[in-house]
C-alpha cells in the first residue's frame, strides 16, 4: 500500500497538513512492520470514550474488534512511540507472549510500572481493570525500552527484546 491510500489527509487543518507528511511517514514506516492482518491509521485525532463521561483525545488506540492501530497526529514527535505502544497491545492480541513471559510483564507492571508511569490516575476516567492496567504499562515500559530509557532486569529486558526483534523481523 502506498502512503497516500494508508493514511487519510483530507479532513486536516493547514497547520496538521504541513506536519503531516513527516510524522505520518515515521508510522508508514513502522507499520510496514506489522503483520498484514494489522490495519493502521494516521489520523488528526483519536478519541476514547470512557463511560459516562465525556471524550478524551488520546495519542493512539488500538482496537482489538477492528484490528486496528489508530495514531493521532497530535502525538506529534511521540507518534513513533505511541504506535509502538499501541503494537504492543497487537501483539498481546495475536498471541506474541508465552504465558510465562506475560505473567512476568504483568508482574514487573504491579510491582514498579503503574506506580512509575503513573498508570492508574492516567487511566482513572478509562475504568480498566487490573489487566487492563498492567497492559497499559506494559506498552509504556516498551516505549521506554525501545529509547533507551528503560532500566529492567534481564529476564524483563529479554522479553522486550523479543519485541523489538519481532518488528526487525517483518
Sequence with gaps: ADQDNLFDTSDLTPTANSAWPTIAGRVYELAKQITPGVSVQAVESVWHYPPFKP???????????????????????????????????????????????????????????????????????????????????????YGDYRTGTLNAKPPIQKIMRKIAEFFQRL
Design 55 to 141: 471524550a478524551v483525545e488520546v495519542s493512539g488506540n488500538y482496537n482489538a474488534r477492528r484490528n486496528l492501530i489508530s495514531v493521532s497526529l497530535a502525538a506529534g514527535e511521540n507518534a513513533t512511540n505511541t504506535f509502538r505502544h499501541e503494537a504492543v497491545h497487537a501483539l498481546k492480541a495475536m498471541g506474541l507472549f508465552t504465558p510465562q513471559e506475560w505473567k512476568a510483564l504483568e508482574s514487573q507492571a504491579k510491582k514498579e510500572w503503574r506506580s512509575e508511569y503513573e498508570i492508574d490516575k492516567g487511566y482513572a476516567d478509562f475504568k480498566l481493570d487490573e489487566q487492563q492496567l498492567n497492559e497499559e504499562a506494559i506498552a509504556f515500559a
